[in-house]
């Protein structure tokens, strides 16, 4: 599979970046290919680095002004004209969407993706990595929307929250009917 990850470019503790390299390496051993925003820097690399050394394919989409922090080696890399360009392309590149802890980059992506599904614009599974419950708050948003009426499409249907890197994997594989 073909699995965008949306994700910080910050450098993060211990706690996000374990998570994060359990990811990659399933990722990577799996045979699967990582399509990310093209950095080297933070947690970007560090899942970068960790799928590219189980074996895994890279595939970067990045933007002009990013070009500073853009990964040198990388099996292809794309340059967006802007954002709006790169999200989609993210999304047109990828078979499954992983959202993992992040700012308002990563919010923003997220929250498109799920509007962009909500309207049967793309039906690739998302899952939404709740690492060391960084999105508790967020999925707690989710359901109230839900329960009171505001999502056209059940929650469960736009996305699956996974607590751990394996759960993540798994569900994606079985959505995608792998064994």
Same mark, same amino acid.
Not at 37 to 62: F, T
């Given at each position: 599979?073909?699995?965008?990850?949306?994700?910080?470019? &910050? @450098?993060?503790?211990?706690?996000?970046?374990?998570? %994060?390299?359990?990811? !990659?390496? *399933? /990722?990577? $051993?799996?045979?699967?290919?990582?399509?990310?925003?093209?950095?080297?820097?933070?947690?970007?690399?560090?899942?970068?680095?960790?799928?590219?050394?189980?074996?895994?394919?890279?595939?970067?989409?990045?933007?002009?002004?990013?070009?500073?922090?853009?990964?040198?080696? &990388? @099996?292809?890399?794309?340059?967006?004209?802007?954002? %709006?360009?790169?999200? !989609?392309? *993210? /999304?047109? $590149?990828?078979?499954?969407?992983?959202?993992?802890?992040?700012?308002?980059?990563?919010?923003?992506?997220?929250?498109?993706?799920?509007?962009?599904?909500?309207?049967?614009?793309?039906?690739?599974?998302?899952?939404?990595?709740?690492?060391?419950?960084?999105?508790?708050?967020?999925?707690?948003?989710?359901?109230?929307?839900?329960?009171?009426?505001?999502?056209?499409?059940? /929650?469960?249907?736009?996305?699956?929250?996974?607590?751990?890197?394996?759960?993540?994997?798994?569900?994606?594989?079985?959505?995608?009917?792998?064994?």
């Amino acid at each position: 599979m073909r699995i965008c990850v949306f994700l910080s470019a &910050a @450098d993060l503790d211990e706690r996000y970046t374990r998570p %994060a390299r359990e990811f !990659a390496e *399933l /990722l990577g $051993k799996g045979g699967h290919t990582l399509v990310w925003g093209g950095s080297d820097a933070g947690l970007m690399k560090v899942v970068a680095d960790g799928v590219e050394e189980a074996g895994g394919r890279l595939v970067g989409v990045s933007v002009g002004f990013l070009s500073s922090s853009m990964r040198a080696r &990388a @099996d292809e890399m794309v340059i967006a004209k802007d954002l %709006a360009e790169r999200k !989609a392309l *993210l /999304l047109a $590149k990828s078979d499954a969407v992983v959202i993992m802890v992040g700012g308002t980059g990563t919010l923003d992506e997220a929250t498109e993706i799920l509007e962009l599904k909500k309207h049967g614009l793309h039906d690739k599974p998302v899952v939404l990595l709740n690492t060391a419950g960084f999105y508790d708050g967020l999925k707690e948003q989710f359901t109230r929307m839900d329960s009171e009426g505001f999502l056209p499409v059940p /929650l469960t249907e736009l996305v699956f929250f996974a607590e751990e890197a394996v759960g993540a994997l798994a569900y994606l594989e079985e959505s995608a009917g792998m064994p």
